[in-house]
């Protein structure tokens, strides 16, 4: 382990905000992705089944 | 001699060849069966490279421990070249052989190649501050890579500028292709001219420069941004594939 205490880590010895600013831009960015693709394939889905049920009818 | 055969979403057995994955449908069932490899290997390495990266590698010795941005800038530079290449590939390969799957996969890569371009500027803005006393610069490096960045958007602004899909699939591939003589200025802007950047941390041929485990960290990294490009660009090309051949009866079947 590189760190003596948890604010030693959070410090990242004196570039904290430069460290954390990156991961979690890039970290947040990746899930916000991760849930707009979750969503178009809900709304998708939900277009070709309403699709499907009018071809039935 | 034996065939290779491919198993279909029903079982059956089909010839495999080059073209076997360029019907929607075969590429529709294999593509659900990859994301979840692909999605589960990606969070293990992310998990093992963040770990290792910001827990146990050691300081650096001139850059402190700002040098750690390396653990998302690299990956993500890298892919932001690495699926402009995937994406000029699939675009043309899809103009020359009028595979619309090979079209849907270049505009599938596009949004998450973006992200990468944006991320790697980004980290890059917030490490330069720190070890170049600059947030952003007029470099070759820098520039070449906004470039990038312009060029995914004009892939997709074009795209979605034109209604027929197949129309905006070829205009937006000539594009790509076009584009594609800025990856080499990107990767070798640092040899050609004088730069703030730094060369690359890692080359093939070379050994490694690094402490055991930055490396390591970093490369665990890589991985992860592979496998999470892979993944959200299969995710996505489903999507595609269901809002253009939506109305096909083996997706309808499928989506039940």
Redesign the interface.
Known sequence: MNWHSLQDFLAMGGYGLYVWGSFSVVFGLMMLEVWALGRREREVRAAVSSHDNEGAA | MDQPYYSTANGARRRLTVFTFASPRNFYHLAGRLIPWFTALGVLAGLAGLAIG??????DFQQ???Y??IF??VP?AWMSMLVYMAMAGWAGFGLAYHTGVSSIMASALA??GA?FT??AL??GA??G??TWGAWWVWDARLTSELILLFLYLGFMGLHASIADPRRADRAAAVLALVGAVNIPIIYFSVYWWNTLHQGPSVTLGNAPTMAPAMLAAMLLMVAAFWC?GIA?AL??A??IV??RH??AAW??RR??
């Open positions: 910001l827990l146990f590698a050691p300081t402190g421990d700002a750690r941005i998302v800038h993500a949004p998450t992200l944006f991320l980004w980290t917030l490490w501050k720190p999470y959200v995710r996505r489903r999507c269901l809002e939506g109305s997706l309808r989506t039940k």
